[in-house]
Structures are given as structure tokens and as C-alpha cells.
């Protein structure tokens, strides 16, 4: 059983910064790739970033230059460092592994506000 476990969300003022976090654990072949998504309220889930075991990256145009997303692949660990957030990076947050099936974490809430 394959478990993915999201960390690090929070209530930050705009301008700050979080690092999410995010682990598989449990019995899982190989990972192909690993992806952050986020859902703001009413809304529908978006790509934030993705990264390869390669280590290849792709960013949504809204976070591009703000966020970076990174990974450990000897932990199964995706980290999604965010910087200068906005009020519109409010949002549940995401991760994804793509493995011979994708495996979605509970997601980590985060509130970028005064």
C-alpha cells in the first residue's frame, strides 16, 4: 500500500515564504515523476510544477521565477519551495506521484494573507 504524505502548508502574509514537502512511502516501483497541483475554492486543480527522477522541471506561468519545485529520490521526497506569495497562491496544494499508477496526497492548505 502506497501512502503520499503532503507537510508545510500554512497562514503566511504576502510576500512570505513556505516549503511543502512530500513523501511516498509504502510499496511503490519505480517513479517517473513527481507533480504539485493546487485547487483554490471553487475552482478546479491546476498544475503548479512537475519534476522528473531525472530532475527535469516545468512550472505553471503564474509561479514561474517564484516558486521552485525539488526533489530527494533516495527519500521518495518532492520539496515545492514558494517565495514572494500572493494572495492568489491561496489553495489546497497537492502532490502527485507517477508511478506505474498515480498516488494523490490529502493535501496541505495554504493562506497567503494579511
Known amino acids: 500500500q502506497v501512502q503520499v504524505v503532503e507537510s508545510g502548508g500554512g497562514l503566511v502574509q504576502p510576500g512570505g515564504s513556505l516549503r511543502l514537502s512530500c513523501t511516498a512511502s509504502g510499496v511503490i516501483f519505480s517513479i517517473n515523476a513527481m507533480y504539485w497541483y493546487r485547487q483554490a475554492s471553487g475552482k478546479q486543480r491546476d498544475l503548479v510544477a512537475q519534476?522528473?527522477?531525472?530532475?527535469?522541471?516545468n512550472y505553471a506561468d503564474s509561479v514561474k521565477g517564484r516558486f521552485t519545485i525539488s526533489r530527494d529520490n533516495a527519500k521518495n521526497t518532492v520539496y515545492l519551495q514558494m517565495n514572494s506569495l500572493k494572495p492568489e497562491d491561496t489553495a489546497v496544494y497537492y502532490c502527485?506521484?507517477?508511478?506505474?499508477?498515480?498516488?494523490w496526497g490529502q493535501g496541505t492548505q495554504v493562506t497567503v494573507s494579511s
Open positions: 519534476i522528473t527522477m531525472g530532475g527535469g522541471t
Open positions: 502527485k506521484v507517477q508511478s506505474r499508477r498515480d498516488y
